[in-house]
């Protein structure tokens, strides 16, 4: 065999590798939205996995009986909340982390990310409920501020480090204070970074299960707790329960998608370049 | 006014973040440290009682503890050790020249950001044994169909096989930035003396990935010691208890038995696993020469 033949080989064998790989990854989500269109009755029957008379059924029901609406607006809410919040506090702290390399400062909110949630649960659960908060939107955000906040300051120390520092040194010797100058010239210039810091933030919020689970009611119920009314003792009304699964997921995979450069860098929080 | 601003604008900057952690996290966590020395269940009136280290030594000789232990351990070695392989693997297939790499790494992203509890009830789909397409996979190739979440011995590999298919590809994209910053010339020299490709894997790559692959272990291993929505969403801990890890026992005690004491003694045991296994792996790394 030739060398070039070789080399044609290993090519070969190499995408077939990363594409079967990425179909089985794939496949759970091709799974949950066939099932989406599906009736009860096609579900159940496995001898045609493929046939589906494309019904918008499920989606018209999670909507009408099982008011999904009220659910996304919860979601959505606590998500933009914890969000904003997380930007209020996160940025002036990655800038200061960044900017006067506070190391200390550093490995305290990377902290926040090693520490299980439910060793902070029941303390919360009791002073919430002390407080008479338990299912209101302020307690859910103040939760879910302890996974957003973090996520933007990990994204943005790199970010910050990364810009230059001629811009802020002019509008210094212009007679603007440091905030000012931090408000007016470094935060227009951050732009892109802040967005892809928002649209991480805002997706680990609403992904958040455990903290809505102790914390939220039948008032503030958001998408990932809603998700089990579709499953009740006697039986499970599948085709609901993949349609609503696919409204949960789609506009986070919508989000990714957007985001998708800075993602890695979210998860893998700031402690992979050093 | 703005003069004091300005000359202590570090701690104007930060101390905002570090009174809302301090609030949120580090008092709740002591809080937890002095409920775990008192018995105290929230639904009667009765204040809390100090009995020292009595929630302590009840945890040590309750036999679900012991397993809820075993089964953390078990399901963070083997998941995260199969994701490391396959997504060495994946990485080093990636770094290739494929055709619409772009594409194909932004779709690898999807498990990992999908809501998990979506996940989760997703694959309970894919289990089930009636109508579930693993089965109905298995039973087409002459296998017969399994109790995947409903077996004792079954359910933890099966959980197992969804935090692969979720995490997997996070490994690959570290591992796979990682293969794409090493330095070319090592490589080079290799060729000319005519090493081979498992050689040049042993002796080249995996060395000076080293420092990627601790971190992307590290981060994978604090995650799934706290794997708690999948294994909500699919068996919450069952059946029976054969799949309450740690995590699970310490919310089915706190908030379905409401023994706040015992519970938090198990959160605190908890709290302190992960923070040493964290800090171990950390120092670890500095040893290896990366620093955080």
Known sequence: MSVKKRKKGKIAFTHVGVYLALILFLLPFLWMVLASFKTQVQILNTSKLFEITANFDNYKSIFSEYSFLTFIMNSFIVGVGATIFGLILGLPAAYSIAKYKQQGLGLLILVARIVPGISFLIPWFIIFSKLQMIDTYTALILSHMLVTMPFIIWVMIPFFEGLPHELEESARVDGCSIPGAFIKILLPISGPGIVTASILAFIFSWNNFMFSLILAGDKTKTLPIAIFNFISYSDINWGGLMAASVTITAPVLILALVAQRYIIAGLTGGSVKG | MSNWIDRHIKWVFT?????????????????????????????????????????????????????????????????????????????????????????????????????????????????????????????????????????????????????????????????????????????????????????????ITLPLLKPTLYSAILLRMIDALKTFDIIYATTQGGPGTSSQTINIYGYVLGFQYFKIGQASALLMIFFLIVLTISVFTILLRKRAGVHL
């Open chain 2, 15 to 203: 101390m905002p973040a570090v009174i809302f952690v301090g609030l949120m996290m580090v008092m709740p966590v002591g809080y937890t440290l002095w409920l775990s020395f008192n018995e105290w269940s929230m639904s009667n009136i009765d204040p809390p009682l100090w009995v020292a280290l009595e929630n302590y030594k009840t945890l040590f000789h309750d036999e679900l503890f012991m397993k809820s232990l075993g089964l953390m351990f078990y399901f963070t070695i083997a998941a995260v050790a199969t994701e490391t392989v396959l997504g060495v693997g994946l990485a080093i297939l990636m770094n290739q020249h494929i055709v619409g790499k772009g594409l194909v790494k932004t779709l690898f992203l999807l498990p990992m950001v999908a809501t998990p509890v979506a996940v989760g009830l997703i694959w309970v789909l894919i289990y089930e044994p009636n109508i579930g397409i693993a089965n109905v996979f298995l039973q087409k190739l002459g296998f017969p169909g399994q109790e995947w979440l409903t077996s004792q011995t079954l359910v933890m590999p099966s959980l197992i096989i969804i935090d692969v298919w979720e995490w997997t590809p996070m490994i690959a994209l570290i591992v796979l930035a990682g293969l794409v910053s090493l330095p070319k010339d090592p490589y080079e020299a290799a060729m000319i003396d005519g090493a081979t490709t498992w050689q040049i894997f042993r002796k």
